[in-house]
């Protein structure tokens, strides 16, 4: 079994940045992939971005890649979110999974086997 634990969410002012982590324990694969998801309040978990554990490869939504990077590293079985220019609209939990193929169809959450606990993301006006 795989364990995710997400940290580095809390509240920040528009136009802030926040680094979020992912941190897996017990049974990973070099080629895992891991996706990062939020829930706003009111809607359906999205897929934002995801990656391998080095960082590569790297998958974005269109609509958020340019204030979003994932990276990775790979010894610590650690993948990051980095969130620039935050806006009050990307309030919400925030989400790291694993799937086991860096070849799945990452947007898909079926795919994706182990989920963390979500970390809170609060942006104030």
């Known amino acids: 079994q795989v364990q995710l634990v997400e940290s580095g969410g809390g509240m920040v002012q528009t136009g802030g940045s926040l680094r979020l982590s992912c941190v897996a324990s017990?049974?990973?694969?070099?080629?895992?992939?891991v996706g990062w998801f939020r829930q706003i309040p009111g809607k359906e978990r999205q897929f934002v971005a995801a990656?391998?554990?080095?960082?590569?490869?790297?998958y974005y939504e269109d609509s958020l890649k340019d204030r979003f990077t994932v990276s990775g590293d790979r010894a610590k079985t650690t993948v990051f979110l980095e969130v620039d220019h935050l806006k009050p609209e990307d309030t919400g939990v925030y989400y790291c999974?694993?799937?086991?193929?860096?070849?799945?169809?990452?947007?898909?959450?079926?795919?994706?086997?182990?989920w963390g606990q979500g970390t809170q993301v609060t942006v104030s006006s």
């Open positions: 017990g049974r990973t694969n070099n080629d895992d992939g």
């Open positions: 999974a694993r799937t086991r193929s860096v070849f799945n169809n990452w947007p898909e959450q079926s795919v994706y086997d182990a």
């Open positions: 990656c391998g554990w080095s960082g590569f490869p790297a």
